[in-house]
T-cell receptor, first 113, second 111 residues
Framework: DAGVTQSPTHLIKTRGQHVTLRCSPI?????VSWYQQVLGQGPQFIFQ???????GRGNFPDRFSARQFPNYSSELNVNALLLGDSALYLC????????????FGPGTRLTVT | KQEVTQIPAALSVPEGENLVLNCSFT??????LQWFRQDPGKGLTSLLL?????REQTSGRLNASLDKSSGRSTLYIAASQPGDSATYLC??????????FGKGTRLHILP
């Protein structure tokens, strides 16, 4: 079975632009979570979606938004990009809401110049 | 607010040695604790999950212990191999939907 997939793999954007990152969960998984991992730091929780509804939000500005589609795939949108948004963005899926039973995707490396 | 500290930040050891990675957390009211492995630029792989009622978990050459009352966990790796080189992350969960990661320990096993 395919694991969690994310696209694109790498992305370069300019300050002020917006970006959309995509995630496909493992088949049958209904929960998707997004994390930001800045170089040298551990992942920080951004959002959790379960059954297409937002179930948790981390301490990130309103420039960050997400949604989950009927097929349980998800998009993370970031508006008005800042240099500090440069990071590895990780998506993780789980069958239920239990955040400790997650499987992580390979991530999208975002560079903001 | 839960804070997670991992010591050391980096570690280099010769192949074959046994080693211990340390993790401490400030809020002992955790649900469980996980240890993850992350290869450079890649996603995370869960290695071990210890429930709050457990003292340790073992998987192959890996053994993780948990002392919830003192806010500490250790990951013991026996007979280290070059393929063990990676960053190891400690992550306690406070609820079903909240997980906090440490900054990790970068481990390099010298052939």
């Amino acid at each position: 079975d395919a694991g969690v997939t994310q696209s694109p793999t790498h992305l370069i954007k300019t300050r002020g632009q917006h970006v959309t990152l995509r995630c496909s969960p493992i088949s049958g998984h209904k929960s998707v979570s997004w994390y930001q991992q800045v170089l040298g730091q551990g992942p920080q929780f951004i959002f959790q979606y379960y059954e297409k509804e937002e179930r948790g939000r981390g301490n990130f500005p309103d420039r960050f938004s997400a949604r989950q589609f009927p097929n349980y795939s998800s998009e993370l949108n970031v508006n008005a990009l800042l240099l500090g948004d440069s990071a590895l963005y990780l998506c993780a899926s789980s069958f239920e809401r239990k955040i400790y039973e997650q499987y992580f995707g390979p991530g999208t490396r975002l560079t903001v110049t | 607010k839960q804070e997670v500290t991992q010591i050391p930040a980096a570690l280099s050891v010769p192949e074959g040695e046994n080693l211990v990675l340390n993790c401490s957390f400030t809020d002992s009211a955790i649900y469980n604790l996980q240890w993850f492995r992350q290869d450079p630029g890649k996603g995370l792989t869960s290695l071990l999950l210890i429930q709050s009622s457990q003292r340790e978990q073992t998987s192959g050459r890996l053994n993780a212990s948990l002392d919830k009352s003192s806010g500490r966990s250790t990951l013991y790796i026996a007979a280290s191999q070059p393929g063990d080189s990676a960053t190891y992350l400690c992550a306690p969960s406070e609820r079903d939907d909240k997980i906090i990661f440490g900054k990790g320990t970068r481990l390099h096993i010298l052939p």
